[in-house]
């Protein structure tokens, strides 16, 4: 007999109710990480530069459901998202239509612009997807393919190609040098535990050797993910109780010197990257 209260208990149930938890997660999630975390850096960027948010182009690369083009067009940006999900695609069917907003379906390996049009790429949790193989059956498992290098650099080749001059490349990902991963993980949410050797997250020094391999004069940087998440996901879970509120003051810790050093490092679960052309 079914419980009363209708809670799921077979396992489809289970992986589309935490399908349906997830997209309901990744829109607040990108929200917070847009206005909170990136969208000060990107308006510093322009003051830096003199530029006033409205002259300046910011392309997401893996955009998912264009929630991020839509808050950075709302703070007067003109804002491209790319996508190739088929999911995403259809998601963007379902929103409203705005100005400075555009959501095309592309490969970030070939993007479809011009050299030198924008001023800001931000890719946020996609370079561990390209040149791997994933599964979820219902456990979580991933496999590098035989020329992610290749593809990997590709992607960065890409991202440099289409950026000013005077632009800069924000990456983010979990950091394939610390040893557990709280964000690959299947419908049960729990930390995953890995290898290095598994070449799935990327490392802060492979970032930096595909980037310099396109252009062996950009500056790779790695700065203080402080601020870039809601921990409204991992705070469901255990170990999210017990530690997120830990990890948020150790993020903010990381902005300052010396341990800012530390960003970089297997000290550091999740690697924010900025890379500037010389």
């Not at 949790?125 to 791997?132: D, P, W």
């Not at 040098?177 to 490392?203: C, G, M, Q, V």
Request: glycine share 6%; with cysteine.
């Amino acid at each position: 007999m079914r419980d009363s209260t209708n809670a799921p208990s077979t396992l489809a149930e289970l992986q589309a109710a935490a399908h349906l938890q997830a997209l309901r997660d990744e829109e607040i999630g990108v929200r917070h990480r847009i206005e909170r975390f990136y969208l000060p850096l990107f308006l510093r960027h322009a003051a830096a530069r003199g530029k006033s948010p409205g002259t300046m182009l910011v392309l997401d690369c893996g955009c998912g459901n264009g929630a991020s083009a839509e808050y950075l067009a709302a703070a007067g940006f003109q804002s491209y998202g790319i996508d190739i999900a088929g999911f995403r695609i259809e998601q963007w069917s379902q929103r409203e239509k705005r100005n400075r907003v555009h959501l095309l379906a592309a490969d970030a390996t070939v993007l479809p612009f011009a050299d030198d049009s924008f001023d800001i790429v931000l890719s946020c949790g996609m370079l561990e997807h390209i040149g791997v193989h994933e599964v979820c059956t219902p456990e979580y498992h991933v496999q590098p393919l035989s020329n992610q290098a290749a593809l990997r650099s590709q992607f960065l080749a890409e991202c440099l190609r289409i950026l000013k001059s005077d632009g800069v490349v924000f990456l983010d990902h979990p950091n394939g040098s610390f040893p557990i991963d709280f964000w690959h993980n299947d419908y049960r949410a729990l930390p995953r535990f890995h290898s290095p050797r598994e070449k799935f997250l990327p490392t802060f020094r492979e970032v930096v050797q595909l980037a310099q391999r396109v252009n062996a004069e950009c500056r790779v940087t790695a700065i203080s993910p402080a601020g870039r998440f809601t921990f409204r996901r991992s705070k469901r879970r255990w170990y999210g109780k017990l530690f997120s509120t830990s990890l948020e003051k150790y993020f903010e810790v990381l902005r300052y010197r010396p341990f800012s050093s530390l960003a970089a490092t297997a000290l550091n679960p999740y690697l924010v990257i900025q890379i500037t052309r010389s």
